[in-house]
């Protein structure tokens, strides 16, 4: 299924612009040799072939595999922010979701894994809420985690962690190559990978003009009664704003800070960029909630970018280091040049 690259015809100009040395190289990859063994998040796993079934905690985890070509590997899911991607709706509907957000360790267990696929260490990991991925391992099902939530960042129980190094689409590049490794679809990896950085290159040049003329803040959501949950400088809407030449208002390393409305509204952001979400775990995850908290709250009704329109709505997964990353640097691409910001 190519439905995430966009368009027919973008698909073949990508595929023509590569031709022939993109076709040479993929008659040139190599196939998987097993056993294969691999570094991932401070541990070995090694498989002694391609899984044959894959259960996946994470939303984008699974998408990856799906765009890869892999839905008929995957037995199972969890932990989903929103909607499946864009037709892969039907194929989505005939897998089983263990949980729309925590699976139990038993569910997991009871679909047979040949391997996990994890988004994110909070879930499985060396203080997970589900389990630590020795658990599994030690029943011979190898955990393969996103190198996004491990490289360069510090997670915990206690915060959603702290990025000690900047994020790139480098990470999500990685684990997209090294899943097609492990399934030994190599060529496939590759086409999805050139697909995004061909997007990314597009958004980019849509408001070049704009560069370094505007500020942001990204607002995930909010617990009740509290401050809002905002994105940290170092992480995937920090690159989101970095590819778009976009000040990030908020200067802190960890992933989601906590920042009072006052500390925001002092910062003058030009744009709010809100989180749209089919989850509901705080009061404000609901994109409905947060435009009617700014246009209530005495703080923000007064802030520029609330009175001038300059709130812009965003897929909450894209706001997570995912391949959605690329559809969030899209999707406020053009809504800063509808909105006549990138003059």
Not at 79 to 91: A, F, H, I, Q, S
Not at 110 to 131: H, M, N, S, T
Not at 252 to 265: K, L, M, N, R, S
Not at 330 to 342: R, W
Request: net charge negative; hydrophobic share 45%.
């Amino acid at each position: 299924m190519t439905s995430f690259f966009k368009t027919p015809l973008r698909a073949a100009l990508l595929l023509a612009s590569f031709a022939p040395a993109a076709f040479a190289a993929q008659a040139q990859a190599a196939e998987t040799t097993y056993p294969l063994t691999l570094e991932n998040c401070g541990h070995q796993i090694t498989f002694q072939k391609a899984p044959g079934q894959t259960v996946s905690i994470g939303q984008s985890s699974t998408e990856i595999l799906y765009l890869l070509g892999l839905a008929d590997r995957v037995v199972g899911t969890a932990l989903w922010v929103g909607p499946v991607l864009k037709d892969y709706e039907e194929v989505n509907s005939k897998i089983d979701r263990l949980a729309d957000n925590d699976p139990s360790f038993e569910s997991v267990l009871a679909k047979k894994p040949d391997i996990i696929a994890v988004q994110f260490q909070w879930q499985v990991g060396p203080e997970g809420v589900l389990a630590k991925p020795e658990q599994f391992e030690e029943l011979g099902i190898p955990v393969y985690t996103s190198p996004s939530d491990c490289v360069g960042k510090e997670n915990s129980a206690a915060s959603d962690g702290v990025r000690h190094q900047v994020f790139t689409m480098d990470l999500v590049y990685k684990e997209i190559r090294e899943l097609a490794q492990i399934y030994n679809v190599q060529d496939k990896g590759e086409e999805v990978v050139a697909d995004l950085k061909e997007r990314e290159e597009a958004a980019r040049a849509k408001v070049a003009s704009a560069e370094g003329k505007l500020s942001a803040v990204f607002w995930f959501s909010s617990a009740a009664d509290a401050d809002p949950y905002v994105a940290g400088k170092n992480g995937a809407p920090g690159y989101i704003m970095s590819a778009l030449g976009i000040e990030n208002i908020i200067k802190a390393d960890d992933e989601w800070p906590t920042v009072g409305w006052e500390t925001i509204a002092k910062a003058d952001p030009t744009m709010i960029v809100a989180g749209s979400m089919g989850r509901r775990r705080y009061p404000l995850d609901s994109l409905e909630a947060k435009l009617e908290f700014l246009k209530s709250d005495p703080v923000t009704t007064l802030m520029p970018a609330v009175k001038d329109g300059h709130v812009f709505d965003m897929d909450a997964q894209a706001m997570n280091p995912t391949i959605r990353t690329i559809e969030g640097i899209e999707a406020l691409a053009d809504a800063i040049a509808k909105a006549g910001l990138a003059k």
